[in-house]
């Protein structure tokens, strides 16, 4: 089973996908642990995205498309896998497209965890973080037992910058523009399938394996 996760930023797709991995057994992959494997390793493919890194740059498409492959070759995804961030461009997605086809190959679902606009604001904008241990909470969904502490270590938990509205609608507009249309070319491939992620965590699971069907 190969699945690709598709949706915009905070509407839960990398938790799903670790709930999908763990039922289903596949590899859940992302491109940043994609690059910090081969960075570590000091691959060929990792030598050439630090050249990028290093300067502040995007990894090119090639690249990146490239490093995929590469570790969805390996031998653990060879009942499938799911990858979470990738693609995240039309030409990305082609460039999988051509590589999968030169192997026989192809992606079975990309699954579309839609979430409106103005839920993602306010459900990333209530996210708190320990910058201390690292702990993640939700002044909602997930508080913490003393106002402002974290529950794991007492330091203070802050609003990250990453989750502030404006940020996230700066984020927002960049999935709307690179990633969305990857929807429609997803849609004429028929593999798509969208599940409505404004339900909770649980719910939208049952529904993403009720549309697997496995």
């Known amino acids: 089973m190969k699945i690709i996760m598709?949706?915009?930023?905070?509407?839960?797709?990398g938790t799903q996908a670790k709930m999908i991995a763990d039922k289903y057994?596949?590899?859940?992959?992302?491109?940043?642990d994609i690059f910090r494997a081969n960075l570590k390793a000091g691959t060929?493919?990792?030598?050439?995205a630090k050249v990028y890194m290093d300067q502040g740059l995007l990894v090119p498409d090639e690249l990146t498309c490239d490093l995929v492959v590469d570790r969805i070759s390996q031998a653990d995804c060879g009942d499938g896998f799911?990858?979470?961030?990738f693609p995240r461009t039309i030409p990305q997605a082609e460039c999988l497209?051509?590589?999968?086809?030169?192997?026989?190959?192809?992606?079975?679902?990309?699954?579309?965890?839609d979430v409106p606009d103005e839920n993602i604001i306010a459900r990333m904008s209530g996210r708190r973080a320990c910058l201390n241990c690292g702990a993640t909470y939700h002044i909602v969904n997930i508080p913490t037992?003393?106002?402002?502490?974290?529950?794991?270590?007492?330091?203070?938990?802050?609003?990250?910058?990453?989750?502030?509205p404006e940020t996230v609608k700066k984020r927002?507009?960049?999935?709307?523009?690179?990633?969305?249309?990857?929807?429609e070319y997803y849609t004429e491939q028929g593999i798509l399938k969208t599940?409505?992620?404004?339900?909770?965590?649980?719910?939208?699971?049952?529904?993403?394996?009720?549309?697997?069907?496995?």
């Open 172 to 183: 927002l507009d960049v999935y709307h523009e690179q990633t969305q249309p990857l929807i």
């Open 82 to 85: 799911i990858l979470d961030g």
């Open 145 to 164: 037992k003393v106002e402002g502490i974290c529950d794991r270590c007492g330091s203070p938990v802050v609003l990250r910058a990453d989750d502030e």
């Open 97 to 113: 497209t051509d590589a999968l086809k030169k192997r026989g190959d192809s992606m079975d679902y990309a699954i579309n965890v």
């Open 44 to 48: 060929e493919l990792g030598k050439k």
């Open 25 to 32: 057994g596949i590899p859940h992959i992302s491109t940043g």
């Open 6 to 13: 598709l949706g915009g930023p905070g509407a839960g797709k």
């Open 195 to 214: 599940v409505d992620g404004t339900q909770p965590m649980d719910a939208v699971f049952g529904a993403i394996v009720a549309l697997l069907g496995e």
